[in-house]
């Protein structure tokens, strides 16, 4: 009897928060966990909007309700805030994308992002998302000195954020972080593009490449060289010399072999 009564009790708090009573804030604002992401509930009811009440920005639409949602924005590193009411969420992110999809500046600057609002939407509309709630990522830094493509590094006015193995993502860029060294975030792999001072480090989760390099699946040996992997160690071929150190950093190695010259008293290129 005792457990029949606890499960009706159960019941019962959980319909009062799904039918929007009192229960519904403290459902939404204290139950969301917090995660790497580390959302932020924004003032207001309704979806995201900036300081005007405005939504025009890129994002995507699904029938699930606010967990569902921050599992579904926490996994995809393009997404950067979520709206959500019962059984109904928006996600603010470039990924399959419903509307608004070439504005993608909430996408780089959730910043921009000030509160929850419903606009001049419909009755209906305002009806459904009148205890809705915007959730905002909070864990993200800026670059504090310009990069180069080919660098495998950013410095960062703070990167209290973020730890080894974590994962950042700079505008389309996703990396995953193998050192830190004071304001420094050092990647596994080059960044393609150049990246100016001020631009939003978002954190995110690690690839699953650079998860399986951190797992210490080392680095196959470079050209004109013979050995298992290079944490196992690498040597020159037979005509070549030189020397290949394990390193922390894409490659993976440092050095190289080349052609050895040819001895005294011979002839040849190498």
């Not at 924005?73 to 709206?83: H, I, K, R």
């Not at 864990?139 to 950042?168: C, H, I, M, R």
């Not at 193998?178 to 975030?185: A, G, H, K, P, Q």
């Not at 004109?224 to 944490?231: D, W």
Request: net charge positive; glycine share 8%.
């Amino acid at each position: 009897l005792l457990a029949t009564m606890l499960r009706w009790l159960q019941l019962g708090l959980l319909c009062s928060c799904l039918r929007g009573g009192s229960a519904t804030k403290t459902f939404f604002e204290a139950s969301i966990p917090q995660t790497s992401k580390k959302f932020v509930v924004k003032p207001g009811t309704g979806w995201c909007a900036d300081s005007d009440g405005k939504e025009q920005t890129t994002r995507s639409f699904y029938k699930v309700g606010c967990w569902s949602a921050q599992n579904r924005c926490e996994a995809d590193p393009m997404c950067v805030a979520f709206a959500c009411q019962t059984g109904m969420s928006v996600l603010y992110t470039t990924t399959e994308c419903k509307k608004d999809c070439s504005a993608d500046n909430w996408v780089n600057n959730p910043e921009l992002i000030a509160r929850a609002a419903v606009g001049d939407a419909h009755t209906d509309t305002l009806a459904k998302w009148s205890t809705g709630k915007c959730y905002v990522q909070s864990a993200y830094t800026e670059v504090s000195e310009e990069s180069k493509p080919g660098s495998t590094s950013l410095n960062v006015t703070d990167p209290s954020a973020f730890q080894v193995g974590d994962g950042l993502r700079v505008f389309t860029e996703v990396k995953t972080i193998i050192e830190i060294s004071s304001r420094t975030l050092v990647v596994a792999t080059p960044f393609a593009g150049s990246y100016r001072e001020g631009a939003k480090v978002m954190k995110v989760r690690s690839g699953r490449e650079v998860q399986i390099a951190l797992k210490g699946n080392a680095a196959p040996c470079p050209p004109n060289a013979a050995g298992i992997n290079v944490a196992s160690g690498c040597f020159c071929n037979a005509g070549f010399s030189g020397t290949i150190n394990e390193t922390k950093v894409h490659p993976y190695y440092a050095g190289s072999c080349s052609a050895a010259s040819c001895p005294t008293n011979s002839n040849g290129v190498s």
